[in-house]
C-alpha cells in the first residue's frame, strides 16, 4: 500500500494532467450541440460536388424563411378584427330621442309632418346603429375583415368601411335627410343627433390577438414530402430553387429528429473522441517543444482555461443568435498565450481552439478560414504588447483581415454585392474593440495564475522600485554592475531574437542577495578594507555562493515572478569561485571541487544563457589593465569558450551560431565603453 502511494506522489503531475484533460475534454463535450452533422456540403447557386444523392428516409419538405415571413404577413395583414357592441346604447338613444323629438320640434308643424320627421329620425338611428359606431378612429385598412361580438357572441361579419367613426354622422345624416327632401331641418337634427348618439363599439384587442396567434400557429412549415430512395439531386446539377430547399431540409432532419432519437450514444463518442484528440495534440506539442511548459501544471491549466472559455462564450452565442457569431473576439487567445509564453505556443492553441469550434458554428470553412487568419495576424503583427500604440494598431489590421476575408467569400458564395449584410461588419468592429480587453484581462491572470507578461515586466525594470532603489542604496557597486550586465544583455538578446525585456529585468534583480554582506563583494569595497582576509579559503567561497540562496529569498519575499527568480538560481549556473578555488589548491592538492562550485542549475533558456555570459564577461572586464580591441576580443573568447567547454548551455536552447553573434556584440560593447578618448590639453 505504501508503494502505491508513493508511486502515486511520485507521478501526481501526469495524474492531475490527465485529471485536467478529462475534465476538459467532458466540459467541452458538454457544451458542444447534441446532434450530427450533415456530411455532404453544398451552396445556393454552385454544383453538386458529390454523387448522385436519394432520399435515405421520408422526410418534409421545409418552407424557406422568406417563404413562412411571406405566409405570417399575410395572415397578420388580412386577420380579423374583432369590435365589442354594448347592445343597450342603441336604446338608451331611442328613448332620449323621443324624448328630445317633442322639446325640440314646434306644435306648429303639421302632425303628419311631425310623424314623418320622428320616423325619419328612428331611421336615422337605425342605419348608424345597423352596424355601430367607433368610440375612436383606429386607422384599420378599409377592406380588413370586422366581426361584431355581443357577450362573446359573433353578431355581424363585415368590413371595417361599413363602422361609422363619429365625423361620418353629421355627413351621414345630411344625406338622409335630402333624400326624403327634408334639407330644411339638416341644422335641427344635426345639433339634436350630436347630444344624442353614443359610440356603442369598443376594439377588442386582446381578442384580437389571441385569435391571430392562433392563426399564425396553425402556419405549416413545411409544403409536401420526399419519399425514401427519390433522386434529390444529381452529381454537377446546380443546387438553387427548389433543390436547395430539399437539401436543407434533409440536412435540418439529419441534426434533429435522426440523430438525436437514435444515435445520441454514438454521437457523443465521437464529439469525445474529436475534442480528447485535439486537446491530446495540444499535450504533445507541449511536451516536445515546451516541456518547461508542461511540467507546470498551472501554466498546464492556464492554456486549458482559456480554450474552455472561448468555448463557452462561442457556444453561448451560437445557442442566443449565430448572427452574432464574429462578436466573440477569439483572437484574445494567442494574444495572452503569446504575452505570457510565446507566439509559436499561442498560435498552436488557437488554431485548436478553432477546429474544435467548427463542430458548433455555421457555414464552419467560411469562419475556421476567418479565424486562424486573424489569429496569424495576431501573431505577426502583435509584438511588445506594453506599448499600447502597437496594440491599437494590431486591432485595427485584425478587424480589416475580417472584414476583407468576409467580403471575398460573401462575392464567392452571391455573385455580387447587391444583397450583402452590413451589419455584419458592425460585428467585426465590436469584435475589434472587445480585443482591447486583453490589457485588463492579462492583470488578472497575473493575479490568478502567478504569471508574469511583458506589461509586468516593464513595470520591474522601473529602477526606481523598491527593491532597486534599496539595492542602490545598500550596495552600489553592485547595482552599477547589474546595470551594465542589463545593457549588455539587452543588446545580445535582440541580436538573437530573444526576449530583451525578460533578460534585462532578469539581469537587473540577478545579484540582490548581495545586499545581505555588500562589503564581501569586491564591487561595493570602496575603503580598501577586505572582510575576506579574515576568511579561510573555503568560507569566503561560501560567502559568495550564499548570494544565490539569499537572492531567491529576497525576490520570493517581494513577490518577484519565477521568470525572473530563474536568473537568480542561474546566472552562475555550476562554474567554480575560481578566485578561492584557485588560491586553495596552492595549498591544499585534495580539496573538494563542489564546495567551491554554485549549487546550479545550468542555464535552461537563451535569456539565462545571455545573462550567463554577460554578468561573468562584464564582472571580469574590470580587470582589464590598458584595454584593446585584441585584448577585449581574446578576453570574450576566452570566457565564454570556459562556459561552453565546462557544459554550462547544454541544457539551453541556444545554438553556436547565437553564441557567436553574442560574442559579436559583447565585444563591440566592451569597445565603446573602454575606448581611449583624446588627452585634452590642460
Not at 384587442?205 to 433522386?231: M, P, V
Not at 567561497?541 to 537568480?568: C, Q, S, W, Y
Not at 567547454?645 to 545554438?655: G, K, M
Request: charged share 20%.
Amino acid at each position: 500500500m505504501r508503494d502505491f502511494i508513493n508511486k502515486l506522489y511520485r507521478n501526481h503531475s501526469l495524474i492531475y494532467k490527465g485529471l485536467l484533460f478529462v475534465c476538459t475534454t467532458f466540459l467541452i463535450v458538454y457544451l458542444f450541440p447534441k446532434s450530427g452533422k450533415f456530411k455532404y456540403n453544398f451552396e445556393k447557386g454552385k454544383p453538386w460536388q458529390s454523387e448522385n444523392l436519394y432520399a435515405p428516409f421520408n422526410f418534409a419538405i421545409q418552407k424557406s424563411e422568406e417563404e413562412i415571413s411571406e405566409e405570417r404577413q399575410n395572415i397578420i395583414n388580412h386577420s380579423i378584427l374583432y369590435f365589442d357592441e354594448d347592445a343597450s346604447v342603441e336604446k338608451r338613444v331611442r328613448e332620449l330621442f323621443d324624448e328630445e323629438f317633442n322639446k325640440t320640434f314646434s306644435d306648429s308643424i303639421p302632425r303628419y309632418a311631425l310623424n314623418e320627421l320622428s320616423s325619419l329620425g328612428n331611421d336615422i338611428i337605425t342605419e348608424l346603429y345597423h352596424f355601430g359606431i367607433l368610440n375612436e378612429d383606429y386607422n384599420f385598412p378599409e377592406d380588413r375583415v370586422v366581426v361584431i361580438l355581443e357577450g362573446r357572441v359573433k353578431k355581424h361579419n363585415t368590413t371595417y368601411s361599413s363602422l361609422i367613426g363619429l365625423d361620418e354622422i353629421k355627413p351621414m345624416v345630411s344625406k338622409m335627410l335630402s333624400e326624403k327632401n327634408y334639407e330644411a331641418y339638416t341644422n335641427i337634427f344635426v345639433s339634436l343627433f350630436f347630444d344624442l348618439i353614443q359610440p356603442n363599439l369598443t376594439y377588442d384587442k386582446s381578442f384580437t390577438d389571441k385569435a391571430l396567434k392562433d392563426d399564425l400557429d396553425k402556419i405549416s412549415y413545411s409544403r409536401g414530402s420526399i419519399e425514401k430512395q427519390t433522386l434529390i439531386i444529381s452529381k454537377g446539377e446546380v443546387v438553387e430553387g427548389n433543390k436547395y430547399q430539399i437539401l436543407k431540409s434533409l440536412k435540418a432532419e439529419y441534426e434533429s429528429q435522426v440523430w438525436s432519437k437514435s444515435n445520441y450514444n454514438w454521437i457523443l463518442f465521437a464529439y469525445i473522441l474529436l475534442v480528447s484528440l485535439a486537446l491530446l495534440m495540444l499535450l504533445l506539442f507541449l511536451r516536445k517543444y515546451r516541456l518547461d511548459i508542461f511540467e507546470n501544471n498551472t501554466k498546464v491549466t492556464f492554456i486549458f482555461f482559456n480554450i474552455l472559455l472561448m468555448v463557452l462564450l462561442t457556444t453561448m452565442v451560437v445557442n442566443y443568435n449565430s448572427k452574432y457569431i464574429y462578436i466573440i473576439p477569439i483572437c484574445i487567445l494567442p494574444l495572452v498565450l503569446k504575452a505570457f509564453f510565446d507566439a509559436r505556443l499561442g498560435m498552436f492553441a488557437h488554431v485548436i481552439t478553432v477546429l474544435l469550434l467548427g463542430s458548433i458554428v455555421p457555414n464552419s470553412y467560411e469562419y475556421m478560414f476567418l479565424q486562424i487568419i486573424a489569429g496569424i495576424v495576431t501573431i505577426l503583427t502583435v509584438s511588445e504588447l506594453y506599448k499600447r500604440a502597437n496594440l491599437f494598431i494590431s486591432v485595427g489590421q485584425i478587424t480589416l483581415i475580417y472584414i476583407i476575408a468576409y467580403f471575398a467569400f460573401f462575392v464567392i458564395h452571391e455573385g455580387s454585392i447587391e444583397t450583402i449584410n452590413w451589419e455584419t461588419f458592425i460585428w467585426f468592429i465590436l469584435c475589434g474593440l472587445a480585443t482591447l480587453f486583453v490589457q485588463p484581462l492579462i492583470y488578472v491572470y497575473e493575479k490568478i495564475f502567478g504569471l508574469v507578461s511583458d506589461v509586468s515586466l516593464l513595470e520591474l525594470s522601473d529602477t526606481n522600485t523598491k527593491l532597486l532603489k534599496e539595492l542602490a542604496n545598500v550596495a552600489p557597486g553592485t547595482f552599477h554592475h547589474s546595470l551594465n550586465v542589463a545593457n549588455l544583455a539587452e543588446a545580445s538578446a535582440s541580436e538573437i531574437g530573444a526576449n530583451a525585456m525578460l533578460v534585462r529585468v532578469g539581469a537587473l534583480y540577478h545579484d540582490i542577495g548581495k545586499m545581505k554582506n555588500p562589503t564581501y563583494f569586491t564591487e561595493n569595497q570602496i575603503t580598501g578594507i577586505n572582510p575576506h582576509d579574515e576568511l579561510s579559503n573555503k568560507e569566503s567561497a561560501r560567502m559568495i555562493i550564499d548570494h544565490i540562496i539569499t537572492g531567491i529569498e529576497i525576490a520570493r519575499k517581494n513577490n518577484l515572478p519565477d521568470r525572473v527568480i530563474d536568473f537568480i538560481r542561474t546566472h552562475h549556473g555550476t562554474s567554480t569561485v575560481y578566485y578561492f578555488y584557485a588560491k586553495e589548491k596552492e595549498q591544499n592538492e585534495y580539496l573538494d571541487k563542489l564546495d567551491f562550485s554554485y549549487p546550479g542549475p545550468k542555464p535552461f533558456s537563451k535569456e539565462t544563457a545571455i545573462l550567463m555570459m554577460c554578468d561573468s564577461v562584464e564582472a571580469a572586464s574590470k580587470s582589464l589593465k590598458n584595454p584593446t580591441s585584441i585584448k577585449i576580443d581574446g578576453f570574450v573568447e576566452n570566457i565564454i569558450n570556459k562556459q561552453i567547454e565546462e557544459d554550462q548551455f547544454l541544457n539551453a536552447n541556444i545554438t553556436f551560431k547565437e553564441i557567436e553573434s553574442i560574442k559579436k556584440v559583447l565585444k563591440r560593447k566592451l569597445a565603446n565603453i573602454y575606448h581611449l578618448r583624446v588627452e585634452y590639453p590642460e
